[in-house]
Structures are given as C-alpha cells and as structure tokens.
C-alpha cells in the first residue's frame, strides 16, 4: 500500500492487554475518510481480491482501492452496498434493493451485472442484504428474512422467511446459523444441523474460521470467542476492554489459522496471536472511529478495517512508521542507544523510545549524543554531559556550548573525539577510564561539518569560507597551518558539500559526484565508480554515516540507503518523499542510525521510524507494477479503454486525454510511482501516491511510457498514436502521386511555356527575319520600281520628245508642201508623211508604254480591277497614265489627244469611281 502521511494521526507503540510483559509491537495505522475516497462516510464488509485489490461496501455504492488510488462503483442509483464477496472473477455486492456482480473486461474497465430482476421474480422486492458466500458453485445472498442462490444462471430460494443470522464461509464449508438456534451447514443446497450446543441457542454468531481438519473457532456478540470440535464446544477467551467490560463482537478475520483479528462495537480491534494466546488492543489513540463492521488481512501483519466512519489499515512492524509528530516530540535532531534504552533529542528535551517517548525531566536542550567505553556523551545548547552505565540521568563535566558533532580517533594507544561546537573544534581524551576535556583548538570556528584526517590533521567545511585541512600542533592546542579550497571540480556550494567517512577513507560528496583528497597532486579525484553507482548524485542534499559501512543519501525528492564495500555503492533501500518530506532543519536533514536495522529520520510530519530489515523483507517479493487500465477520451469527450495488452498500444489521433492506471497492489510499506515519456517530458515525475497518469494531446507517432516505482521495478509500455486520417500512409502516397502529377504538370507546363516562348521567339526571329527580307525584298523591288518608272518616264519622255519631233517634222513637211506647191513632189510629200505618221502611231506609243506600267504596276492593275470591275479597257489605261504621275500634257501625247480630252477623261473618270468633286483623282489612285 502507499501510506497517506498527511491522514497519518498518529501511531502508538503498543503492549498486550491480558499478558503483562508483552513485548513492544511497533504499529503503523493509516486512516481514510470520506474525503480520501469520495464516497460514503459509514463502510459495512471488506475484501482483498487475489490482485491485491481492496473492496468496501459503502454507504454510497461500492468502494475500490488498488493501493494508489480510491474509485466509487455505483450499481445504478447511488444505493447502499451492505456486503462484497471476490468469487472467481466476480466480485458480487448486495444491499438495500441491489444485488449483482462487477467484472472486468479484457481492457481493465470494470462491468456491473444486476441481477435485481431475478431476486423480483421470486417475489423479493425492497429487501437488504447483509452478507454473501459461495459453495459447491452456488452464490449465496443472505438478509435477515431469507437466503437466496445464484448458480450463474438462475436463482432461487435456500431459507424462505425465516431469520438467520449470517453467512460463515469456513474453509471449503459454508454455515449459517438460526436465529437464537442452532448452527447449520449448507450442502447440497440444503441447511442440515451442525452442531446445537447451548451457546448457539443463547448467542449470535459474528465469526467461525477452521484452523484445523474438523477444528473451529467462533466468535460471538458477547465478545466470547470459542473452539469447535466435533461437537465440542470450548470455551477460549473472553475479550473485554481497559475497564474490564465484555466487548460486542462484529466481525473477525484470521492469518494462516495463527492471528485472528476481532472488530468490536465501540472497542475497536482486538488482535490474538492463537499460538501463545497474545493479545494486542488498539483503540481510540489509534483508531479514528472504534466501531469496526468488517475486517480482512492482506497479508501477513496487514490488515484492513471498515468503519462506521471511514476504512483503517493496520500494519504491525512496518518497515516505515510515524512514530511521533513534531507535536508530541518537537524536532528530531539525534538517538543513541545507551544500557538498554534509546535516547532521542530534539529540540524539546530529551525522549525515551522504548517507554513509548516519554520525556526526561532535565533542563537541558540536547544536539547531539555519542556513545562510548559505556559513557553516552550529549551536546547541548549550554555544555557538555556525560551519562556512565548504571546512572539514571546526565550530569554535565565540560563548558563546551553546541556541540553538534563528535568524531573517535585512536593514536598510538591514545584515544580521542574531536568536537565541533560553537566555539570551533575542541578535543576530548579518554583517561582514567572516563572521557575527560583536554583542550579548544585556538584559531577555530564554526564549522559546518568536521572530519580527523588524524590526530594532527582535520578536515572541515566553513558555510561561506570553503573546504578547510588543519595542521594541529604537537601539543594539540592550536592550528598551525591550513590548507583552503574554494571549491571541488568546479561546484562551491558549501551547504550541499558532505563530509563522511566509510571504509577509513574521508570522502567529499557534491552533486557532480564523490571525491577524495589527493595527498600527493593536491587535489580532489573523483571517484567513477560510486559515483556512477549512487542514483541521482545531480540532486544530492547530503550524505550521512549509517551504520558501519552503510550510508544514507538525500536527495531532493528521495531517500537512499547504500552499502560500501570498495568504494561500490549498492542500494539497500530506497524512500521517496511523497507527501513527508524531510525536515531540512538548519540547512541539513537529521538521521541517526542506531543500529543495522532502526534508523530515526526527522520529517515534517515528526520523526518516523525505518527499520531497514523489514524494508529488505518487505521489498524481497514485491508486487509487480502492472497496467490496470488505459483509456482515453476523444473529441466528442466519449471514453474508450484500450487493449493494454498488445505488444504497442494504438490509439486514435482523436485521442485528447489519455489516462493510465498503473498499481504495485496492496503491499505492506510505501510503493509509490515517477514516469517519464521521453519526447515529451524527458526528465521523470516527481515520486506520486497516485497510479494515475496523465497525458494530453500527444501528436502522432511512436512513444515509450516509462514507469518505475520505489522498489525499483520498471514498466515500458510501447504507445503508437495513430497519424490523422491525412498522415495515414496510403494518404501519403496519395499525396506523394498528387505531387507528382502537379510537379510534372507543372515541369509540362514550364516545359511548354518554355518551348512557346522559344516558338514565339523563333517565330518573332523568323517573322523578323521574313520582314528584313520582304524589306530587303521591297527595298529591292522599290529599287527596281524607281528604276523601271525612270526608265518608264525616261521612255514616255523619249516617246513624247518623238512625238513632238515627228509633229515638227510634219509641220516643216506641210509648210514646205505648202510654199513649193507642186515643186515638191506629192510622191515624195506623201511618202514622207506616210513615214511619219508609221512612226507615231497611238498603238506604238501605248504599247510600248503598257509594257513597261505591266511590268510596274502589275499589282496596281489588278487591284483597280478587283475594286472597279466596271472600268472599261481604256479607263484602265488612263488609270495607269495616273498612276506612273504623268503630267497633263505627257497623258495627252501618250494618248494623242487634246488637254481639253484629258481633262475630261479625269471628270469623267471621277465621276465612274464615286469621288465627290474635292477629292484628288491622283491622290485616290496612287492609295489603291
């Protein structure tokens, strides 16, 4: 289990009632109430299944405790549970108008099954139940008016109205009894008579147990407890109370037929050891309520009690208890056991262990005790005292204030202890067979912490000044050289510097590890191996000398203890600090070993009490760390439990609060849990009591939880959590061919943006290109146009100049025809005209002009005649006379016609092509 320190009250050491001399049994006794469990405040039966799990019927519906945490089943309505029973993998409850069974499924949640509608059908309606068993197969329900079966299947009546008093399930047998009659066993699925002594006919049986083949024992209301025999009844033990008064019996419980537990009605609990007939009593100093309606054990020396207020646990020789509160003691600063007794300082006075802490009557205030050649030396406040064998009190024998720390050395014979006080360091001599002063070394101060290196030499830790080696005089008188270091390997931190001393070597321990002087180089080595060894060395508070060659390590959050054996550390045990944390009192914890198992350990609560033997025995077998359960919830805040035991847990992406429940189980001293999940929170937890884990919103991917509890048992649990529906893998590969066909649509469209461009460019080069040679072209062609028109006006000019010349001629032919008359011979005029006017001809002049426009204006001509079809030869013609920008006069020539003819060729023409009388003939056949 996980002790609850802050529901702790208190624990007594306690004696026997009945056997005077009865040793002392240390008791750890943890309370619940209704604010640890959140159910009810009155609890009525109580079992531990084989998973170590705890289940109570409660007030308000059934109550589950797996040592971690606390969880209320309801069976429907909330409704009282009066009675449990674990049968198989059920754990069937009854009460006031329920009865059904919880079970498990394969992922860890837990079921109920009513069965109300059967117990209805044989006409039991609104009835309580008080107690359930099982035999033969058959479940039996029990009230105070009938006892029915359940065979898994049907159910039926065993006693129909008629009053029993309770189900007593006895090894492989189960019994009831009649009220005020006899004993009965159920076989068969029949009451037959058991036994009908008169004590069966006068008393109500709470309890009977079978402690041996055909051997009972019972336990009834007037608190007398008996034997059965056959049909022997013997009487064993009246339990009666401090003032001498007959207990009321309720219930009871038994180990391994050896220790039988008894729950009372206002007398708490009785524990009888049925071997030697021990009796132990624990009432109202320990328990919070002293009515006890249901008890059973977990284990040997652990028990579990239901209340009428609240659940109990009591656990005899813990390995870890609470022995007294700051309250009752003040704080713990030492022990040491001396003649028998163990003395406990604190800052209160002084305290007497075995005498359950009884105060001495002494005004003096102890820091520190010292036991040795059969004097206990104690520091106080004041001065030094001294306590020889055989003395009832301390006497003091040196004015020494504050003495915090003695430390033995021998030397040559000689025996001495060195003192750390206020006043610096003095020193001690054993002579005369009794410790005496022998001197206050000058030039010493307050130290934090010394340690002899001899009887010439000591170390010592100054809080601000640093590390310190003294050299003594001879005399022992003074310091007469020192060696000062500022730090070790870096760290200077002076309040978490331990010095101790294991195996005869002096060793300084810091959180970067544990070193030792070197004499020779001067200097601190550290020492890889122990301090590979000791967990947690980052966090380390102090170290402190244990017994013999053990030592205790604190930490931030925890408490080891080591044993040393060549400087190799191994773990004995192992305490964290859940909910009790050590009391850092004057910068640095307060533990003393007294001897190889009790350790007293000042904590914030008060001083608890390790016995690191039953430690050892307890963790020699612990429960394993186990999943229970594993669910989640999603977006729409459903929950769902997931399979733990699959190799990987998977779950959802929609997975947002994932919770696990892990438990060590009911065990007899403090298991407690740390995790980590690395990825998400590298470093572990703080130490919990709680087996709840918790995790939000994990992304996708893979993970390892990582558990550990305080006995140092591991759990991996591999978790997967599923990719969103757009991660999954056949979504990537989607994804990837939707990628590759945008990038090669793309690279396509590149591609072909690319070769459009280069097709552009090309076409842009090529239409340049063309352009340049139409234009070389053109330019070519205007060339040869100039050309050919000068050559053309060149020949019409040649055509008129002979045709002018072929007039003049003419004209002198006339004239000379005309003043010679008939001198000149009409043969000759006539042959002469008739070479002249061969020579002008209008189809010579033309002709020869249409040959070279044609070869000119070819394209001129065809668009004309493409855009005035109507146009007649000669038009065309006169067109073309237009066209080569010939004057008025050259038209006239070329055609042989007036200017008044040309003239009126043009209005004419004009008028053909629709051109009003503004428009420039010329100007509109040069734009064709």
């Not at 003091?396 to 021998?410: M, S």
């Not at 298991?671 to 690395?678: D, E, H, N």
């Not at 997967?720 to 989607?734: A, C, D, N, Q």
């Not at 340049?772 to 008129?800: C, D, G, I, P």
Request: glycine letters at 6%.
């Amino acid at each position: 289990m996980r002790y609850n320190w802050i529901f702790w009250l208190y624990t007594l050491l306690s004696f026997a009632c009945l056997s005077p001399g009865t040793a002392q049994t240390p008791v750890q006794i943890t309370n619940y109430n209704y604010k640890n469990y959140k159910g009810g405040i009155q609890n009525w039966g109580i079992t531990v299944s084989p998973e170590q799990v705890l289940y109570s019927s409660n007030n308000n519906g059934l109550l589950r405790y797996n040592g971690n945490d606390w969880a209320l089943l309801e069976p429907g309505e909330r409704s009282t549970v009066r009675a449990v029973c674990c049968i198989g993998n059920r754990i069937y409850t009854a009460g006031d108008n329920n009865i059904g069974y919880w079970q498990y499924d394969a992922n860890g949640k837990i079921n109920y099954t009513s069965l109300l509608s059967l117990v209805n059908k044989l006409g039991i309606k609104g009835e309580t139940f008080w107690s359930i068993a099982e035999t033969e197969g058959k479940v039996y329900f029990h009230s105070f008016g009938n006892i029915i079966w359940y065979d898994g299947k049907d159910m039926g009546y065993l006693v129909k109205n008629d009053c029993c008093v309770s189900l007593y399930p006895a090894g492989d047998k189960l019994f009831t009894q009649k009220c005020g009659g006899a004993l009965m066993q159920i076989r068969d699925n029949k009451l037959e008579s058991f036994c009908e002594d008169t004590i069966f006919l006068n008393g109500e049986t709470k309890f009977m147990f079978r402690i041996a083949d055909d051997e009972y024992i019972i336990g009834q209301t007037s608190g007398k407890i008996y034997t059965l025999k056959g049909n022997t009844v013997t009487p064993l033990l009246q339990l009666e109370n401090a003032n001498h008064i007959p207990v009321r019996i309720d219930c009871g419980s038994i180990w391994k037929d050896e220790l039988l537990a008894v729950g009372t009605i206002g007398d708490g609990l009785f524990l009888i050891n049925l071997k030697n007939g021990q009796q132990t009593h624990y009432h109202s100093s320990q328990l919070q309520d002293l009515n006890i309606h249901g008890l059973c054990f977990a284990a040997e020396n652990f028990l579990w009690l239901s209340l009428d207020n609240g659940i109990s646990s009591v656990i005899l020789e813990p390995a870890t208890y609470l022995w007294k509160t700051n309250t009752d003691i003040g704080t713990f600063f030492d022990a040491a056991s001396f003649n028998g007794k163990t003395y406990i300082a604190s800052n209160q006075g002084t305290y007497i262990y075995e005498e359950d802490g009884k105060k001495i009557q002494t005004s003096m205030y102890p820091l520190q005790f010292y036991n040795l050649k059969n004097e206990l030396l104690c520091g106080t406040t004041t001065q030094l005292f001294k306590m020889k064998a055989g003395q009832p009190h301390f006497e003091p024998f040196c004015n020494i204030n504050g003495v915090r720390q003695f430390e033995y050395i021998a030397d040559r014979g000689d025996e001495y202890i060195f003192l750390r006080s206020y006043s610096g360091i003095a020193l001690l001599e054993y002579k005369d067979n009794t410790w005496r002063y022998r001197s206050l070394l000058l030039d010493t101060e307050d130290y934090a912490s010394i340690m002899p290196e001899n009887l010439h030499t000591v170390w010592a830790i100054h809080p601000e000044k640093g590390i310190f080696r003294l050299r003594i005089d001879k005399n022992l008188n003074q310091i007469t050289d020192f060696e000062n270091f500022s730090e070790i390997d870096g760290y200077a931190n002076y309040n978490r510097i331990s010095l101790f001393k294991v195996e005869d070597k002096i060793l300084f321990a810091t959180p970067k590890g544990i070193y030792m002087f070197d004499i020779t180089g001067k200097s601190f080595r550290k020492q890889e191996q122990i301090s590979r060894e000791i967990l947690y060395l980052n966090k380390l508070q102090s170290i402190k000398s244990a017994y013999k060659n053990d030592i205790w390590v604190a930490t931030d959050e925890e408490l080891f203890l080591y044993h040393i054996s060549d400087l190799s550390a191994r773990l004995i045990m192992h305490w964290p600090f859940v909910d009790n944390e050590l009391m850092l009192y004057d910068k640095h914890y307060n533990l003393k070993s007294i001897n190889d198992s009790i350790t007293f350990v000042s904590t914030c609560e008060g001083t608890v009490v390790i016995n690191s033997k039953m430690v050892g025995r307890c963790a020699a077998d612990p429960y394993p760390l186990r999943i229970e359960t594993f669910c989640f919830t999603d977006n729409g805040n459903a929950t769902s439990y997931a399979d733990f035991h699959q190799q990987e847990i998977e779950l959802p992406n929609t997975a947002t609060n994932i919770t696990v429940q892990v438990t060590t189980g009911l065990d007899t001293h403090a298991t407690s849990i740390a995790y980590r999940l690395p990825g998400v929170a590298n470093d572990w937890s703080t130490w919990q009591t709680s087996g709840t884990i918790h995790f939000t919103n994990l992304p996708s991917g893979s993970y390892r939880l990582e558990i550990k509890d305080s006995n140092q048992n591991t759990l991996m649990v591999p978790i997967l959590v599923s990719p969103p529906l757009y991660k999954r893998t056949w979504m990537i590969i989607f994804y990837i061919l939707i990628l590759i066909t945008i990038t090669v649509g793309i690279v396509t469209f590149i591609n072909e943006r690319k070769r459009r461009i280069l097709l552009r460019k090309y076409r842009k080069e090529q239409r340049k290109h063309t352009e340049e040679l139409q234009k070389q072209a053109y330019e070519q062609l205007q060339e040869k146009v100039r050309n050919q028109e000068s050559e053309l006006k060149n020949r019409m000019r040649f055509l008129t100049q002979k045709q002018e010349l072929l007039d003049t001629i003419a004209e002198e032919v006339e004239t000379q025809k005309k003043e010679l008359g008939d001198r000149y011979p009409n043969k000759l005029y006539q042959r002469l005209m008739k070479i002249i006017q061969e020579g002008a001809t209008e189809k010579d002049k033309f002709l020869s002009f249409e040959n070279y426009f044609v070869e000119v204006h070819y394209e001129f001509m065809l668009r004309v005649q493409k855009t005035h079809p109507s146009l007649s030869a000669s038009e065309l013609k006169f067109c073309c006379l237009l066209r080569a920008n010939l004057s008025t006069k050259e038209i006239s020539v070329i055609m042989g016609i007036a200017l008044r003819s040309v003239e009126l060729k043009k209005y004419r023409l004009k008028q053909k092509l629709n051109l009003d009388a503004n428009s420039s003939l010329s100007s509109y056949i040069l734009s064709i």
